[in-house]
């Protein structure tokens, strides 16, 4: 048997990172925008070389002892691994931490593209640690963006040099996802500050002694905003003060979670003994709309840990299904002849089955967030009506970048355990541990519930349908230029008219005011509307394969997952659209039925 | 916050089981059997009310500490927790560990059925005791079946009364779940005994103390049997001999798990001192076709075991998702009023689309394996050809009795964390437990890739097909009774003639001789099959539930749950039948390319 050692090193290949970023979304191609023009592929290169190097030394040699050491709350604060500081300290000395953010504000105004794809390489080594920078870096971008000059000033350097940690306070105990029931309260003083008073849980990073300050951002209600989401403001409140004086921010314990344990979820206090002090960012009541602008980049961030697991995943099995003899391949006729050695399971079909699947799912997860990355950073370097359609274009993207990767990523790495039989239950290997971490991911920042009824609800409808008006433009571009897969032209075809079906047999019921009906299958449909999206996707990487030739295995192998992906995934919509399209609603009760359906 | 105490005595509910067993499976006809013929549904349900106090006391309580204090490896022998012994002693002491054995080997007769049922509640209460004694009961069994007077005499008494525990041993390092490639000898010595050498893993309740004895049925090589599975012959090889004294069984190890931790799964090595004897069970190189009696029930253990997690994950989520006040219920268009309580997440349409899934998994899967129990039931009290026809039913239902609550189960457990939104992933709710303890079921005795190759390879195939032909009598049985739905019975029906036509689009593969080709993708035919036979088994309890008048609550949900498996998951084998129907095969590749689609 192997030790976990012999598994080590293999948590990535660049190969395909590589390619997608450079070839199939020409992330060069960027540097013609003016933001961007201080930059090129060699620059790129080196910061995706020093990062994947930084991983491979210091964070996945550490990801199994932080799994089976736990944070922990102790005396008042959390301990975490030593290699949370060592993160912290050498992305910000790399200046990483807040990368593209401009220059002014001490960013390196280095694309998201770019920026997703270094984060990819730190959370396919270590999911653990990736949170503590990127919330800092999330935290940072905020002040950046809606601070005043004397918080940017007091706050972003420390941040974003590692010094000083961030985090993002939304949840509370009674509120969870209702963000319209926070409670905290934030009550102006004559200094121009607020003085805090509430409790807010599941903060990641919210507490721990590897940097000499947290800054945590708060939604708070300050008073006269009204009930409901739009009461709600944001606040910046240090734990430490700028004297270096406590912030009267206690933390209260660390939720114990099945994954992710490196990473701490802690509950925060805030003026229990009435003397937190909190600085307001941006406007009054206008917090949750600040909040949000960053909030998809969060979303971006927790599909994209997604599609980073389920990558290493897919290599660990990979490599395991290349070495382990087991059984026999069936003859002309079903026998087998057992006076031959054994195969490699990466023989059985069925093996084969499961790790293309994986494949599909792990590098078009990867595809989707720098398709929606490469979206985010035109619209931020172009303007008028280009840079409001690459907006809609990041818009729909977003909830399902957020989901694909969390829900097809966890059945990815459910069938990555599998290929492994009983040593994929057993701790001695790796998958047992990418298969809880990765199981967080449909959760974070809005569940895959609420994910679906942004993308039904919100995305689907907005501007007229204009969002997806402009995606189906950009998925006909792909499909003029791929005339090599007649079939499969056709049947992404077929599967976009079902889709327009789906819609047209739902869209009634938002005319008629049925909401809550027309909402109910949400979920349903993010999924349908989900392997639309990665057909695309497939398709695209195919015709660049194409395109360059397809004389390599490596090309070859991305031709033959699309076909796979389109023969064994998509097809599965027209199972979906029946369901979407049966009028009946058996989730929806009238109040005094509630729980007959689960007498 | 609740605390882990308050969720306690909730893991389940005698309702449905009672109903299920009773009612729609009528039990108590049963007993028109002369088999059978001492018990009666007084004394069925006593057994069962003594199990569900027993599970309820002594079971439920610690599966939490044995979760958090693994089995682990320790001078030689393995700690296990104490409830291990209690439940060893008290099964044993009434009688129920061997309970479906003949009277004559010291069994009550029970029918399979009932014992199932019994298992289920012990299973919901703690998946992690109940191995111990079952795998006890199939090495008993098999000596009870195949054994020399002398062996039944020497060890079953013990067994059944729980003094000592019993294993399979099959897999070994190098050959997994190639029952061909096993290596352990057994050399005839001249008293008629064996020595046995060699090395066995994952042998589950393999060592500890709360027990005398342990008592291994060892899958191994008498010289002469030739090579594959006909050379393999079964022994009985006790870890202390009779006298007291140590047979050279030495246990190197336990293997630490992502679940299920509570049940050890040990490295066993035979003979290393070449001093350990094993006595024949049955006739040499027929161990193999032996041990395969007892796999069957084995792998309906399996099935049970998964159906009982997820119970007890369904209603943990429900009584969450009944207390649980967050957001709320959307209005006539769209809006929600802020100004209003809460609502009771168990409102909210996508919370009841998970509940109603994990609602319809966890009851079809208890049906399915009680249905496939009552075949086992009528087979065993029956003759000729009424006997081989149970019998082919119950061979046709195994597979998908082992695999559909182990596959749907854990999708059923992961609705179930998922219901419970970022409380699921933490320890302090049960749900977590749950989602890793079910992980193994699709990997137990034969994993869902050779369960589904042995459903469409052999099973479909058997006897010209003519258990498929007995299946579809038996469903056509039911929808004969099924006037009040006519929309469902004429779904059901037309998806059995699907089935029937993705049969016909492979079956010439067979005649080819293309067997790897016709099995390629039997993990996908597998799921298709199991939708149409637990469509079958939920309009068998809807009929009933109309039978009774349809009058409670209960018996309304029973068909509300009816009509959304069919309406949400049956529909789905529109999207498989079609993956099925594709003649390409992209996951089979010819030797030279072995590798080319993960390059």
Not at 105 to 122: W, Y
Request: aromatic share 8%; glycine share 8%; hydrophobic share 40%.
């Amino acid at each position: 048997m192997k030790s976990p050692k012999a598994l080590s090193m293999k948590y990535m290949e660049m190969k395909t990172l590589e390619w997608q970023l450079f070839n199939v979304f020409a992330l060069e191609s960027l540097t013609e925008q003016s933001r961007f023009a201080d930059h090129d592929a060699v620059s790129f290169r080196q910061i995706l070389d020093s990062v994947k190097k930084f991983a491979d030394t210091e964070l996945y040699p550490v990801i199994r002892e932080m799994d089976e050491n736990p944070a922990r709350f102790e005396d008042g604060t959390v301990i975490v691994h030593p290699a949370v500081g060592t993160t912290m300290k050498t992305l910000g000395e790399m200046g990483l931490i807040g990368a593209p953010l401009d220059y002014e504000v001490g960013g390196l105004q280095i694309p998201i593209t770019l920026f997703q794809a270094l984060n990819f390489v730190i959370d396919a080594a270590n999911n653990h640690v990736s949170g503590y920078y990127n919330l800092t870096f999330g935290a940072a971008e905020l002040i950046a963006v809606f601070g005043n000059d004397k918080l940017k000033e007091d706050y972003l350097q420390p941040m974003l040099e590692g010094k000083w940690g961030g985090t993002m306070c939304l949840t509370e105990p009674q509120a969870g996802s209702s963000l319209s029931d926070v409670e905290t309260v934030a009550i102006p003083q004559d200094d121009g500050s607020y003085k805090l008073k509430g409790q807010k849980i599941w903060i990641s990073g919210g507490e721990h002694k590897h940097v000499d300050n947290i800054v945590h951002l708060v939604l708070a209600r300050i008073p006269g905003g009204g009930p409901g989401t739009k009461g709600i403001s944001l606040l910046v409140v240090p734990r430490d003060r700028l004297d270096g004086t406590p912030n009267d921010v206690t933390c209260a314990g660390d939720f114990q979670k099945m994954g992710q344990k490196g990473y701490c979820t802690t509950h925060i206090i805030f003026g229990e003994n009435d003397d937190c002090r909190g600085y307001l960012v941006g406007t009054e009541h206008r917090g949750l709309a600040h909040m949000f602008q960053m909030m998809n980049g969060a979303r971006l961030a927790v599909g994209r840990s997604a599609a980073a697991i389920a990558t290493a995943a897919y290599e660990a099995s990979l490599s395991f299904a290349k070495e382990r003899p087991q059984g026999r391949r069936l003859m002309k006729g079903g026998k087998k002849d057992v006076s031959q050695e054994q195969t490699l399971i990466i023989n059985h079909p069925d093996v084969r089955r499961m790790l293309l699947t994986q494949k599909c799912v792990s590098e078009a997860s990867l595809a989707l967030i720098l398709q929606a990355s490469y979206y985010y950073d035109m619209k931020h370097s172009t303007e008028g009506d280009e840079a409001k359609d690459y907006w809609l274009l990041l818009e729909l993207l977003t909830p399902v970048a957020k989901t694909y990767p969390s829900e097809a990523g966890k059945r990815s790495v459910d069938l990555g355990l599998q290929v492994l039989g009983g040593s994929g239950f057993c701790n001695e290997y790796i998958l047992q541990l990418y298969y809880r971490d990765i199981r967080i991911m449909s959760i974070y920042e809005g569940t895959t519930g609420i994910q679906s009824l942004d993308l039904l609800g919100r995305k689907i409808l907005a501007e007229n349908g204009r969002a997806l008006d402009l995606l189906e433009q950009e998925i006909n571009k792909t499909l003029d230029q791929a005339a090599e897969f007649p079939d499969q032209v056709a049947q992404l075809k077929e599967h976009m008219a079902l889709n327009r079906d789906v819609l047209k047999s739902l869209l009634p019921l938002v005319m008629k005011g049925e909401v809550e009906m027309f909402l109910s299958d949400a979920t349903v449909y993010m999924e349908l509307f989900s392997n639309i999206v990665i057909a695309w996707l497939w398709m695209k990487m195919a015709v660049k394969a194409q395109e360059e030739g397809a004389g390599t295995d490596f090309l070859k192998a991305k031709i033959h997952a699309m076909k796979f992906f389109f023969q064994y995934e998509l097809t599965l919509n027209h199972g979906l659209a029946k369901v979407l399209k049966t009028p009946e609603r058996l989730t929806i009760a009238e109040d005094d039925e509630a729980l007959l359906a689960f007498a």
